[in-house]
């Protein structure tokens, strides 16, 4: 047998196992100026340090400190000409975070708060979470802080030419996968697929993501919205309950946010609320079936601020500035931003009876929240257990691609409704906490070893 030496990292003191004050502080020496990262860095942390301080093979290889450093960032200047014939500059990323278990997956965002702190973060949580997906997933991230809103499409086309001009070199489908996030729908990866399609010559599932007439998988669209709710279903069921008769509260009106509140309402629910960065619109009757096409075409077809449904719908209210988190629900599912929900809006949902949290944005709530809605005995989700299906469908659609085949809307629905339940089976496995299951701990510990086991196989990388 053989023994693995201790490793020792620049910035990182030596602790004693399980010490998170000198583990963060290593963690903040080391990316200065990153409060985003270090928020999901310690999220995971406060779980993984105790697991990690009772297994001498994770302890000793400090593991967890290497888990924190991604494989590598690349940024790069994007120029792109719009439409007054100006030229514009923008910053494009992708950070690769960890393919110790297959090629990087995961998002663009266009959007622009975008820095290398939130794509770290975004890259770290997405390591975590595609490995609890079961598929053999890296973790990665990219993005611009070009702002796509009010853009004319020859603009956006522009713009995700020239991006994915740099970006090509480095992404491939056996080496990293990218696909949409916030700012980043059909219309521009298909856009990227295009271009990089033009720049190669070749016909590759480099992008998931992608429109259904050229290997774009059915169902990927509506993926982490119905996934979202299916977890949470998950949760309710394993606590004796249902989502049947529950009030609803959704925040964001984009694609998670769409298709969480349409798998709600199908399985029961009554949505009351939806939001963006204008503010929230409150529906007393319910975003129905109906009402949820009126979303549609204001937020996919018109490209318009969710305030319109008020103006459209009777009874329906818009409430500038607001977030929804003050209507009374028994479901909270924020699917609009990071840090969308914090202690004030934890106290405010708690007060009013909450039952259960299922993040669907990437870490929509701050530390502060997520431990006064556990400590109030509220079930809680977290992202990267809770919106993992977007990436699940994802991998189906790299499947689909390298077998020249497409599978039915059932069939793929079917191996999400899998892959959810089998992601809040491992939650269940290493979070239960006498009566409380703690999903947070459980999906840091489910998603780290994998990770840990595949790192520490393959020698020091
Ligand atoms: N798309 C996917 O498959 C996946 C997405 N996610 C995560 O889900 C979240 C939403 O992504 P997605 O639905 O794809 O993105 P979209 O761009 O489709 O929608 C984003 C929504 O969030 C709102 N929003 C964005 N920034 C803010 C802000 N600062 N304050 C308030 N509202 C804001 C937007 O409003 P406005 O239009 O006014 O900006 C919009 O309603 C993100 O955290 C993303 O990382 C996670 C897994 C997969
Ligand atoms: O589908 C993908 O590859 C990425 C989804 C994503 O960006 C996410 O899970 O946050």
């Not at 942390?45 to 290889?61: H, K, W």
Request: with cysteine; hydrophobic share 40%.
């Amino acid at each position: 047998m053989t023994t693995m030496p201790k490793v020792s990292l620049a910035g990182s003191s030596s602790r004693s196992a399980g010490d998170l004050k000198t583990f963060m502080a290593g963690v903040v020496a080391r990316n200065p100026g990153e409060p985003e990262f270090h928020q999901a860095v310690q999220e995971v942390a406060e779980s993984i340090l105790p697991f990690v301080a009772d297994n001498p093979q994770y302890r000793d290889t400090m593991i967890l400190d290497r888990m924190t450093e991604p494989d590598r960032q690349i940024s790069f200047r994007v120029l792109w000409q719009d439409r007054d014939g100006n030229v514009q500059m923008n910053r494009g990323y992708r950070v690769q975070f960890n393919g110790a278990i297959g090629p990087y997956k995961g998002g663009i965002r266009f959007h622009p708060s975008v820095t290398a702190s939130v794509l770290k973060f975004l890259g770290f949580e997405q390591t975590f979470k595609n490995s609890l997906t079961g598929l053999p997933m890296g973790g990665g991230k990219g993005g611009s802080n070009f702002d796509p809103k009010g853009k004319t499409d020859a603009e956006i086309m522009r713009f995700c030419q020239s991006f994915i001009t740099e970006l090509y070199r480095h992404i491939g489908e056996d080496t990293d996968v990218p696909a949409g996030d916030i700012g980043v729908g059909a219309r521009e990866v298909s856009y990227m697929f295009g271009q990089y399609r033009r720049i190669t010559n070749k016909w590759t599932g480099v992008f998931t993501g992608k429109g259904l007439d050229f290997g774009g998988s059915l169902i990927r669209k509506e993926a982490t919205g119905y996934g979202a709710v299916y977890f949470i279903q998950n949760m309710l069921v394993a606590a004796g309950d249902s989502m049947d008769g529950k009030a609803v509260c959704i925040s964001g009106s984009g694609n998670v946010a769409t298709y969480a509140a349409e798998k709600a309402t199908q399985l029961g629910g009554t949505v009351l609320t939806l939001s963006d960065s204008r503010g929230t619109i409150y529906d007393p009757n319910g975003i129905t079936p109906e009402k949820l096409e009126i979303v549609k075409q204001i937020k996919e077809v018109e490209r318009a601020p969710i305030a319109v449904y008020a103006d459209r719908v009777k009874g329906a209210s818009f409430h500038e500035g607001s977030r929804p988190w003050g209507v009374a629900c028994d479901v909270a599912i924020p699917c609009a931003t990071q840090n969308e929900l914090e202690a004030e809006d934890a106290k405010l949902l708690i007060k009013n009876g909450i039952k259960a949290v299922g993040e669907g944005a990437n870490m929509p709530s701050t530390l502060e929240a997520v431990h006064m809605l556990q400590q109030a005995g509220v079930m809680f989700g977290p992202a990267k257990a809770v919106n993992a299906g977007g990436v699940g469908v994802s991998g189906l659609e790299q499947s689909q691609n390298s077998l020249r085949l497409s599978w039915s809307a059932e069939e793929v629905e079917d191996k999400l409704r899998n892959i959810m339940a089998s992601i809040h089976e491992q939650c269940m496995m290493y979070g239960q906490d006498g009566q409380y299951v703690n999903y947070v701990k459980g999906a840091n510990i489910a998603g780290f070893r994998k990770v840990a086991d595949a790192m520490l196989a393959q020698g020091y990388i």
